[in-house]
């Protein structure tokens, strides 16, 4: 499978985004998926995950109840609707799927990457 995540833009504190991350491939309904985001000078982090069926999501505490993660298999695509955004907000946003069905928070579990889209809150 490969990704394609986009959406990224530059937003108002307060305002949101949806960032879309397609996936060629027919296999798409087989993997969990998640979302990850990088601010300058900072690691990687963990942002949400869903499971395969869509039945399983996980989200990291500084987005739980103002992000929401999708998908839609038959459109081989995950979603990340961030509403009430922040200026910490601010990062590189990027899609990741592993091989397995659960919506998995750690790093090393995701075997491909998307190639990242920008997220700038201004305050």
């Known amino acids: 499978v490969q990704l394609q995540a986009s959406g990224g833009g530059l937003v108002q504190a307060g305002g949101s985004l949806r960032l879309s991350c397609a996936a060629s491939g027919r296999t798409f309904s087989r993997y969990g998926m998640g979302w990850f985001r990088q601010a300058p000078g900072k690691e990687r982090e963990f942002v949400a995950a869903?499971?395969?069926?869509?039945?399983?999501?996980n989200y990291g505490d500084s987005v739980k109840g103002r992000f929401t993660i999708s998908r839609d298999n038959a459109k081989n695509t995950v979603y990340l609707q961030m509403n009430s955004l922040k200026p910490e907000d601010t990062a590189v946003y990027y899609c990741?799927?592993?091989?397995?069905?659960?919506?998995?928070?750690?790093?090393?579990?995701?075997?491909?990457w998307g190639q990242g889209t920008l997220v700038t809150v201004s305050s």
């Open positions: 990741a799927a592993a091989d397995g069905s659960g919506a998995y928070v750690y790093q090393r579990i995701y075997d491909v």
């Open positions: 869903i499971s395969w069926s869509g039945g399983t999501t």
